[in-house]
């Protein structure tokens, strides 16, 4: 198993830049030896998701239009943790994130937070990282989304949402990935 980068770059020129995210595409010598091009999205925060669950082990979702999509998506809470760019990122400020988001998105309060997954959302064009938590010992607020959010709250039981997935109703990858590790985690008796 060979675990050092076999691509060598030739040169990079940034493309795009905005708050969000950058573009850069490299001249690269790929693995074969064959001269190429690849480009690459960094994303300037690190996403955050959370699976609320309650004493009764029902969870809730958010629904919203997705403009990149074009189409509507059910998914659990979710959104952006800032941090400081080159430096490493800090568990404090991404759970300081989760619990932003659930209170902002679905009025949520939690007073038991677990990380239960780190992933790469796409690493094949994107190095986004993601850390998606389970929060329980939920207590109702009031919600307060962001302007760019037209959000539907949906209280279910878990086994429900576990079934959209199954059914390809949801399908943000955060989501999916939450949901069925929930649901690992459950059928180890580890909840």
């Known amino acids: 198993m060979q675990e050092q980068n076999p691509w060598t770059i030739l040169q990079e020129k940034p493309v795009y830049d905005n708050p969000w995210i950058s573009l850069t595409e490299y001249d690269v010598i790929n693995p074969g030896g064959g001269k ?21 082990l029902n969870t809730f979702l958010v629904g919203q239009y997705r403009f990149t999509l074009d189409a509507y998506s059910w998914e659990i809470p979710a959104g952006g943790c800032l941090h ?8 404090d400020i991404c759970l300081a994130a989760a619990q932003r988001e659930l209170l902002e998105e679905t009025g949520l309060v939690a007073s038991h937070w677990q990380l239960i997954l780190t992933m790469h ?4 064009v994107s ?36 079934s959209m997935v199954e059914k390809g109703q949801i399908t943000d990858s ?7 590790k929930l649901r690992l985690m459950q059928a180890e008796g580890r909840l």
């Open 36 to 56: 190429g091009i690849y480009g690459k999205v960094h994303f300037k925060n690190t996403a955050v998701a959370v699976l609320p669950v309650d004493a009764d």
């Open 84 to 91: 400081e760019p080159g430096k490493p990122v800090s568990q």
């Open 121 to 124: 959302l796409s690493n094949s």
């Open 127 to 162: 190095d986004e990282l993601a850390y998606v938590y389970l929060a329980k010992g939920l207590v109702q607020q009031e919600a307060a989304p962001e302007e760019t959010e037209q959000l539907v709250i949906r209280k279910l039981p878990f086994g429900e949402a576990f």
């Open 174 to 180: 955060m989501s999916v990935a939450g949901i069925l």
